[in-house]
């Protein structure tokens, strides 16, 4: 396996992911803004294909993930781990890291908790079938 930086060649793969991954995946187009700009942090892990991604941008001193996903055939391999860690390594001068999960995902909470992500904050009706989230960070050395 390895990870590398996406790019326009990725997007079906991408997104074939994001289907497979989401109860309200992001449309196809949503993709590009991340793909296209190249200050933004867009990770693929690839092995004869795309196996999961990562978006991502610089918020001021912190990084937000926008979205991640793993194959459903490809999970608890490692996958997402190699992802967060080179994120960790791309977002160097960044004081810390969030993102959003829905609060019904305990599988993803438990993940994020692993690699250091605590729980901030609960986010009423969050997602647009009005579940919550929660707002998880990790702090950077």
Same mark, same amino acid.
């Given at each position: 396996?390895?990870?590398?930086?996406?790019? &326009?060649?990725?997007?079906?793969?991408?997104?074939?992911?994001?289907?497979?991954?989401? #109860?309200?995946?992001? #449309?196809?187009?949503? *993709?590009?803004?991340?793909?296209?700009?190249?200050?933004?942090?867009?990770?693929?892990?690839?092995?004869?294909?795309?196996?999961?991604?990562? &978006?991502?941008?610089?918020?001021?001193?912190?990084?937000?993930?926008?979205?991640?996903?793993?194959?459903?055939?490809?999970?608890?391999?490692?996958?997402?781990?190699?992802?967060?860690?080179?994120?960790?390594?791309?977002?160097?001068?960044?004081?810390?890291?969030?993102?959003?999960?829905?609060?019904?995902?305990?599988?993803?909470?438990?993940?994020?908790?692993?690699?250091? *992500?605590?729980?901030?904050?609960?986010? #009423?009706?969050?997602?647009?079938?009005?579940?919550?989230? &929660?707002?998880?960070?990790?702090?950077?050395?």
């Amino acid at each position: 396996m390895r990870v590398r930086r996406a790019g &326009l060649r990725d997007l079906p793969g991408i997104h074939r992911v994001e289907q497979a991954s989401f #109860p309200d995946p992001w #449309p196809l187009f949503a *993709f590009l803004p991340y793909l296209l700009d190249r200050e933004a942090l867009a990770l693929v892990a690839e092995e004869d294909g795309v196996l999961g991604f990562l &978006l991502a941008r610089r918020e001021g001193e912190e990084v937000h993930i926008h979205d991640l996903a793993v194959a459903p055939a490809h999970r608890r391999r490692g996958v997402g781990s190699a992802l967060l860690g080179e994120l960790f390594r791309a977002a160097r001068g960044a004081r810390r890291v969030r993102l959003e999960v829905r609060a019904s995902n305990r599988t993803a909470q438990a993940f994020y908790k692993k690699h250091g *992500f605590r729980e901030e904050a609960v986010l #009423p009706g969050y997602y647009a079938d009005g579940e919550d989230g &929660l707002l998880m960070v990790r702090d950077l050395p």
